[in-house]
T-cell receptor
Framework: DARVTQTPRHKVTEMGQEVTMRCQPI?????VFWYRQTMMQGLELLAY????????DSGMPKDRFSAEMPDATLATLKIQPSEPRDSAVYFC????????????FGDGTRLSIL | GESVGLHLPTLSVQEGDNSIINCAYS??????FIWYKQESGKGPQFIID?????DKRQGQRVTVLLNKTVKHLSLQIAATQPGDSAVYFC?????????????FGTGTQLKVEL
């Protein structure tokens, strides 16, 4: 089965460090989403891309977070500098935009900022 | 101080019984709805979806019911099994303008007792 792949699965680092999370969407999907999940806030949409172009990043703290799609097979989410409050599970999902097909999720990156 | 997380509703059922998980949504413009299952340490997994031109859709052991009049969605699981234990999320998006950008509910914890 095709699936969304996220790396790393776990990341522990000290505050102030740069963190890069990577996502390989399902081949052929034209829309990629980044979500953050915490006990306090649940599942929140951070940003999403259509055909590699950013469509909406209103859910993302702009001062320290950045999301890019260098090519159709790779999406990245960076935090610089990281803070303890960034500790969460970050999920990537991919799907077909404008077709109302379900998004498919990866298994996430569990991030801990000490 | 003490951290307070989201209080997930919990549904406990006996193995073999049927489960019904409910979801109320608020956006009257939503026309496409999805149920996801999330097991511990994994990403949300697509279960079943339904469009607003339908009020019922069946899958393998699962049925989704949609009542747009009262903005209510439910997931029925027949003959619940231990492997069904997970958190279940409903998600919604409007047909136009949403670009399949989903809004997720807070989730329901399903516990299957042997």
């Amino acid at each position: 089965d095709a699936r969304v792949t996220q790396t790393p699965r776990h990341k522990v680092t000290e505050m102030g460090q740069e963190v890069t999370m990577r996502c390989q969407p399902i081949l052929g999907h034209n829309t990629v989403f980044w979500y953050r999940q915490t006990m306090m806030q649940g599942l929140e949409l951070l940003a999403y891309f259509r055909n590699r172009a950013p469509l909406d990043d209103s859910g993302m703290p702009k001062d320290r977070f950045s999301a890019e799609m260098p090519d159709a097979t790779l999406a990245t989410l960076k935090i610089q500098p990281s803070e303890p409050r960034d500790s969460a599970v970050y999920f990537c999902a991919s799907g077909w935009g404008d077709s109302n097909q379900p998004q498919h999720f990866g298994d996430g990156t569990r991030l801990s900022i000490l | 101080g003490e951290s307070v997380g989201l209080h997930l509703p919990t549904l406990s059922v006996q193995e073999g019984d049927n489960s019904i998980i409910n979801c109320a949504y608020s956006n009257s413009a939503s026309d496409y709805f999805i149920w996801y299952k999330q097991e511990s340490g994994k990403g949300p997994q697509f279960i079943i979806d339904i469009r607003s031109n339908m009020d019922k859709r069946q899958g393998q052991r699962v049925t989704v019911l949609l009542n747009k009049t009262v903005k209510h969605l439910s997931l029925q699981i027949a003959a619940t099994q231990p492997g069904d234990s997970a958190v279940y999320f409903c998600a919604e998006t409007p047909l136009t303008g949403g670009g399949n950008k989903l809004t997720f509910g807070t989730g329901t914890q399903l516990k299957v007792e042997l």
